[in-house]
Structures are given as C-alpha cells and as structure tokens.
C-alpha cells in the first residue's frame, strides 16, 4: 500500500517546493520596493529613513541574490520561524496555528453536513432515475452550484438572525456561531456529493452481481444498502477529498461575511493590510494542507477499493 | 466545413456516442435522446444545433436564453435604463418598487434596476473577456505543450500542476490585493489564475488526437508543426475546450462578484454586482429588497450559466457522458 503512494507523495513534494517558490515571490508582487514594504510594515509610514532600509535590506538579505534570498526564506518557514506580523509585530506560527483550527473545524462539519444529506438526495434519485424527484435533486444542486456565498450568507442571516432572531449572526464560539457558515460553505459539497451518489449508483446498479443479489432472492433494501452502496461510494471517497481540500481554500468569503476568526479571513485582513509574512505563511500552510487531504483521500480510496490494491502490486 | 479535421463539433460528438454506450441507465437516456433527435435530417446549422441542444434537456436552451437576454439587456441600458446609474435622490432613498423606480432606490437614493443594468456591462463583460483570455491562453500554452519535447512538455505540466494546487479565490485575493485594488488587476488575477485548467485539458486531448491518421498524414505532406498544431488539431479539441469555458464562465462571474463584494475589484461608486451587493448589506435589515435583486441578478446569470453549459458539455464533450 506504501508503494502505491510514493509516486503521489513525490509529486506533492515537488508541487509543495514550486508553490514556495510563487509564494516567496508574492514579496515582487507589492509594487515598489519590498525593503520599503517591510520597513513601512514595521516602523509605519511616516519614520522611514534611508538608514533604516538600509538596515532592513542587510537584515532580511535583500541586498542577496534572489536564489539566496529565497533559500533563507526557505530554511526560515521549514525551521518553523515564520516571521514577525506586520500589523500585531507577534509572531506569526501561533495565531496562524489558531486560525488554522477554526477554519479545520468548519470544514469538517460542513462537510459532514452536506455528506449526511446528500446520502438520502442521491439516492432516492438514483433509484428512480428521469421522475421529478430526480429533477428536483438535480434542481437543488443546480442551485446549489451556482448560488453566490456572499449572498446565501447575507439572506440565510436576514432570516434566522433578524426575523427569528434564533442564530448569530457573526463572531465565533459554541455551536450555534457555526450553523449558518457552515450551512453556506456546505451547499456546493452537497451539489457535488448528491450527484456523485446518483451518477455512482445508477452504474452499479447495471452490474450483473446486482442482478445476481436480486436473483437469490436478497431484499432491496440490502441490495442497494450493502451491496451497491459500498461500490457506489468509492468514487465518493476522492469527490470528498477534492471538496476538503477545496473549502480550506475556499471559506475566504464565507469567513469574511460572519467574522470567523479562520485562516481565509485571516489572509483577506494581511492582503488588506499588505502583512506579507502572514499572507507568505498562510497560502502556504493552506496548499500543504490541501496536499495532505489530498494524500489521505488517496489512502481512504486504497483502504476502500482492494482492486487499486491489486493493480499495483 | 468539407476538411474531416475540421468538422463541426455539434454533428460529430452525437455520432461518435451511438456506438460506444450500450443503452439504459440515466446518463445514457440522455445520449441516445441526443443520438435519435440530432440523428434526423434537418436543414440549417442553426436547426441542428437547436435539436441537439433541446435533446439534452430543456435547461440548456432555457439557460441560453436567459443568459442572451441579460447580454442584451444590459448593452442596451443607455437607451432603456429608467435613471442615471450614479444619480442620487436623497429624497428617495431605500423605496420599494414604484413606476418612478421599477426595483426600488438603494441607500443613496440610486434606481436599483439601473445599476443592475449598468452593473451587467461590468460583470458579465469583465467575464467574458476573462473567460476568453483564459480560454485562448490556455489553449495555446497547452498545445504548445503536447507539441514539445518530453522534456518541455513535462516542465509545463509540472508548473500547471504547481498553479492548480493554490486555492484559486485565495490566489486571486492575493495577486489582486498585493497590485492594487481595482477591477483591471482583479481580471489579471483572474486570468492569471485561470489559465491553468485550459492548459491541462488541451493537452490531455490534443495528445489523443495527435495519434491519429489525419494528423500523420499532414506531417507528411511536410505541414509544420504550427500548423498541424492549429489547423489539424485545435478545431478537433475545441469542443471540450467550449465546454470547459462555459463551465469556467460561471466560476469568473462568481469570483468576480465576490471580490468586488470583499473591496479586491471595482470601487464604489461604480455599478458592478458584487459592490452593490457590499453596499447594500448596511441596509439589509431596513430593506431586504435593496441586497436582494442584486444577489438574485447574479444568482440568475450564474445559473443559467452552469445549466446551459451542463448541456453543452454533453453535447461537445465526448469524455464527460
């Protein structure tokens, strides 16, 4: 099973190093002079004197060649020093760590929001495919798709915050600060899950073993429940991982609208505040992350599936 | 028309499905509806590309219709637009819908359904020209890359590969925060973003099609290598690269929107969706009405987006039934 992930470990590796190299190279990004980027970052605007840049170009090696340059950077973020926020002047390994989690957290249960409706959803509509229940499932992740975050977010406040007055709106802690965005970030999940369980299901469903559970008299209910589902739930497995990954990187809106203390808004106030360390860090802990979800989808699909197993022995 | 390298997608796709998937089950209903309505004698391109549209579905030829409606809608908004996109009334701010004001007056006294108008030349234009740039860039890096040396083209893939892995709404944060918040360094964000999905797609098809016969036999008639490239294999790849496009339009709508809506794009006053949906959040436990026809403005275009080009692919993308 190892050797069957160490071609994929591989290829993360090298996309992990060439995604360090963009993010090392956002510092060109900023127009004018990185050193006075950083200088203006830390002693602010108005104190700037040439003798300062000139500190600041020796101390961050800016007067290096950017192979150099990069390599410190480098050997920085591995060691784990991330560096200094430009706008707390903390250092920016804990409270990225923080914001890290909360986003995590978030994730998961939005995912696990989505997964747990979008069973029912696809399979009531693989089972009787082309009827309007089908049409409607396909409707609702339609909608589901192309519905705008920051306006289901805004609607979804103006009815339970506002009217009801039953949820926060905004800030995080117990439970019910995570309903509404994790109900926004899990409509796109459900859409794609729904319609990964009907395409699924209606394959297998052809099979010939089906027609065999059938044959020897098994009832319907563990036909589809033990022995279509489990086959049909394989190419669940990667849709899952890609979506993970996917709202790690994807909840920048969602966290902005309800003031979740999470890594995407954590980036959009560093992108607003040009704190580069913090964006630096952040893209890069968010691409790592995605890499490892991407990995242990991959394990779950080689736990799951024997044949992929097999194939590569 | 008459060259087979060139032949039009709509036609051929159909054709090429009747043979490959033996029928029953849900997605091939859809294929052999396609099959047997394309299949009949029909007239125009026009009439054929109708029947083979309408065989997938009624949504895409709906999803089309509305998507050219609001194109047309909002090209015309100088000639039927009620207002003045930035005219404010202070004297009537936040109204519902009146004849004066059709969808009503947001917080500066500004008719709503005049900025919708004015904001779909931004929104949806600023899409289209992305999603074409994306397309073409994309195309072309990826062809240029089936073309080459395996060395060449296996550096390529490797950097497609690097670009894919950063979250895109997070890439395009950054690139367009870092440069300068306006709406031309939010479609270069965009755009430099984008490309990446075109450039694999193109690829992985112009590799299959390159092992075909037409194409050996126009390098032996000495063709060059540009012009196997974009004579003999492009018109063969472009379905699927529609496809995707259309696909990828519904991605620039809601990006682009979205950061307008965070302050990353267009700037107030500017009548662009995703600011008017910023704005209106102040007003929003006032008067609902102001934030949502915006939100539904862009919910309506990105849905008729994403179902018209569901049928699309079905239709020019072999891979995808």
């Known amino acids: 099973m190892l050797s069957a992930l160490t071609p994929k470990l591989g290829s993360i590796l090298v996309i992990l190093f060439g995604a360090s190299i963009i993010t090392f190279l956002f510092m060109f990004m900023i127009p004018g002079d990185p050193a006075w980027t950083i200088a203006r970052g830390r002693y602010g605007e108005s104190t700037i004197t040439p003798e300062m840049l000139a500190e600041v170009r020796a101390e961050t090696g800016l007067d290096q060649p950017l192979p150099i340059q990069y390599a410190r950077w480098l050997a920085n973020v591995v060691t784990g020093d991330l560096g200094i926020s430009f706008l707390t002047k903390e250092p920016v390994g804990p409270y990225l760590g923080k914001a890290f989690l909360v986003t995590l957290q978030l994730t998961v249960i939005s995912l696990v929001l989505s997964l747990i409706l979008a069973l029912p959803l696809g399979l009531i509509a693989a089972l009787k495919p082309l009827s309007w229940i089908d049409t409607a499932s396909t409707t609702i992740s339609q909608f589901g798709i192309s519905v705008p975050e920051y306006w289901l977010g805004p609607v979804l406040v103006l009815i339970f915050s506002v009217h009801f007055g039953v949820l926060p709106s905004a800030e995080w802690g117990d439970w019910k600060h995570m309903v509404l965005p994790a109900v926004v970030l899990g409509f796109r999940p459900l859409s794609y899950f729904t319609r990964m369980i009907r395409v699924g299901l209606v394959d297998v469903l052809r099979e010939n073993y089906i027609r065999t559970a059938h044959a020897k008299g098994l009832a319907q209910s563990r036909v589809i429940g033990y022995h279509a589902l489990r086959n049909a739930l394989i190419p669940l497995i990667t849709v899952v991982g890609l979506q993970f990954a996917g709202l790690l990187g994807g909840s920048v809106i969602v966290e902005v609208i309800f003031a979740v203390p999470g890594v995407g808004r954590l980036l959009y106030q560093s992108v607003m505040g040009r704190d580069l360390p913090v964006i630096q860090a952040g893209v890069l802990l968010v691409v790592g992350a995605m890499g ?19 194939a590569e022995d | 028309m008459a060259s087979p390298c060139s032949a039009d997608p709509l036609t051929v796709a159909p054709a090429a499905a009747i043979g490959d998937f033996p029928p029953g089950g849900l997605s091939d ?23 083979t549209l309408a065989a997938t579905g009624p949504g895409t030829i709906l999803g089309l219709v509305i998507l050219g409606l609001m194109i047309v809608l909002c090209a015309l908004a100088p000639i039927i637009a009620p207002h003045d ?3 404010m009334n202070m004297l009537a701010r936040l109204q519902g819908p009146s004849w004066q004001y059709p969808l009503g007056t947001d917080g500066l006294g500004r008719c709503i359904l005049t900025r919708l108008l004015y904001g779909g030349q931004i929104s949806l234009g600023v899409s289209f020209l992305v999603t074409i740039a994306t397309t073409l860039i994309g195309s072309v890096i990826g062809l240029a890359s089936a073309m080459s040396s ?3 083209d296996e550096a390529i893939m490797r950097f497609v590969d690097i670009v894919l892995a950063f979250p895109p709404v997070i890439l395009v944060l950054v690139i367009a925060g870092l440069l300068k918040p306006d709406l031309t360094n939010l479609a270069l964000a965009l755009i430099i973003v984008g490309w990446s999905p075109f450039a694999r797609l193109a690829r992985i098809q112009a590799m299959v099609v390159k ?19 974009f004579r003999h294999i492009f018109p063969n790849v472009l379905g699927p690269l529609l496809a995707l496009s259309f696909l990828r339009l519904g991605f620039a709508l809601l990006s682009l929107a979205g950061l307008s809506f965070l ?4 700037q107030p ?22 934030m949502l026809a915006p939100g539904a403005t862009i919910f309506l275009a990105t849905l008729s987006v994403s179902i018209a080009g569901e049928g699309l692919r079905m239709v020019l993308d072999p891979t995808h039934r």
Not at chain 2, 32 to 51: E, L, M, N, W
Not at chain 2, 273 to 289: K, Q
């Open chain 1, 292 to 310: 490892v979800a991407n990995v242990l989808a991959d394990c779950v699909c080689l736990i799951a599936d024997p044949t992929l197993r097999c």
């Open chain 2, 29 to 51: 209903a859809i294929v052999s509806r396609v099959a047997t309505k394309s299949g009949r004698q029909s007239k125009t391109f026009f009439q054929r590309a109708f029947r």
């Open chain 2, 85 to 87: 996109p930035t005219e």
């Open chain 2, 150 to 152: 395996k060395l060449v």
């Open chain 2, 211 to 229: 092992q075909r016969e037409f194409v050996e036999a126009a390098i032996c008639t000495g063709a060059s290598s540009l012009r196997v490239a």
């Open chain 2, 263 to 266: 302050g990353l794009g267009a």
């Open chain 2, 269 to 290: 006053p500017t009548p662009e969706w995703g600011v008017m949906l910023n704005e209106a959040r102040r007003y929003m436990s006032i008067d609902p009405l102001v």
